[in-house]
């Protein structure tokens, strides 16, 4: 059983900076791709930010320059450091993991709130 355990979500003002942690845990036999999505009140889920396994990045334009997205391979976990944050990155932030076990397939975490007030 594959688990993503997100942590790191909380209230902060504007221009103040986060980091978000999410930590794979159960059988794995390797991991490629990790990201992070997010989904406000009333709109789709997006991407925020991806990297591979060989460290290759991409970021949503509305973050680009403000968050970094970075994985520790021996830890299988992957993190979002979100820096100058807005009223507008205001979501549901869930960690992604392709994974490969027994099958491949696509993990969530159960989400973290991000709440950035004016």
């Known amino acids: 059983q594959v688990q993503l355990v997100e942590s790191g979500g909380g209230l902060v003002q504007a221009g103040g900076s986060l980091r978000l942690s999410c930590a794979a845990s159960?059988?794995?036999?390797?991991?490629?791709?990790m990201g992070w999505y997010r989904q406000a009140p009333g709109k789709q889920r997006e991407l925020v930010a991806v990297i591979t396994s060989v460290g290759s990045t991409n970021y949503a334009d509305s973050v680009k320059g403000r968050f970094t997205i970075s994985r520790d391979n021996a830890k299988n976990t992957v993190y979002l450091q979100m820096n100058s944050l807005k009223p507008e990155d205001t979501a549901v932030y869930y960690c992604n993991a392709r994974i490969q076990t027994f099958v491949g397939a696509d993990y969530w975490g159960q989400g973290t709130q991000v709440t950035v007030s004016s």
């Open positions: 159960g059988i794995i036999f390797s991991i490629n791709a």
